[in-house]
């Protein structure tokens, strides 16, 4: 059974920064791509950032393009979110997302259908 842990979130000023981890069990992920996704109150979860099995390519939306980051260690079946320079617009709840399949190229499409995690909230005060 798999299982995507998400933790990190928290309250935090505009400005800050707060570094999200994903763990992930149930099945080892060194072949599967990895991202995260965030849901603002009465939006649409919205694509954040991928990053690909190899960890050769990552995808990041325009929005927090040269501020956030994401990473993966394989060896710990995590993948992080370095968040930089938080804004208002960037609380939402964050949910770390996995492919279901190897190796896939259109990762931010796959990813939507992949597995989940509860999300972890996190709030940007002014």
């Known amino acids: 059974q798999v299982q995507l842990v998400e933790s990190g979130g928290g309250l935090v000023q505009a400005g800050g920064s707060l570094r999200l981890s994903c763990a992930a069990s149930?099945?080892?992920?060194?072949?599967?791509?990895m991202g995260w996704f965030r849901q603002a109150p009465g939006k649409e979860r919205e694509f954040v950032a991928a990053?690909?099995?190899?960890?050769?390519?990552?995808y990041y939306a325009d929005s927090v393009k040269g501020r956030f980051t994401i990473s993966r260690d394989n060896a710990k079946n995590t993948v992080y979110l370095q968040m930089n320079s938080l804004n208002v617009e960037d609380t939402a709840v964050y949910y770390c997302a996995a492919d279901r399949a190897p190796y896939q190229v259109h990762i931010t499409t796959t990813l939507r259908q992949g597995y989940w995690g509860q999300g972890t909230q996190v709030t940007v005060s002014s």
């Open positions: 149930g099945r080892t992920f060194i072949a599967y791509a």
């Open positions: 990053i690909s099995w190899d960890r050769g390519t990552t």
